[in-house]
């Protein structure tokens, strides 16, 4: 009874350390793109003209001026990261399972010959 108790925090334990590296993961980038494209920053104050948000590109010294109306958080931006990250840590999840981590072999084989 207590090695199953051990095997369950275990499992937790590293569904929980999953699960806090994927979300670190998928949100990353966008904390990255919106703190660059605030209206703090220096990319945002660089364009020439009143109302514009400067985006970077992927180069360090590459970027576009949008006006401030077409660059703004939608109701997508919560959900699109999320449900990535779910993804991913099922798939994850299968993974280890497939490869039957955490298992002894015997378990298995011992149910096979019991039956």
Known sequence: MAFRGALF?????WT???AVTVAVAAFSPEIAFVTAISPSSAFSKSC?????VRVPMEHPRE?????AH???RSGLDFFVPTVFAALVVAGSALVVRSLAL???GDGERRRELES
Request: net charge negative; hydrophobic share 55%.
């Open 70 to 72: 077409m660059v703004r």
């Open 16 to 18: 929980l350390l999953l």
């Open 102 to 104: 955490g298992e002894s």
């Open 9 to 13: 925090l275990y499992a937790a334990t």
């Open 48 to 52: 020439v003209g009143e109302g514009f």
């Open 63 to 67: 970027a576009m001026c949008f006006p």
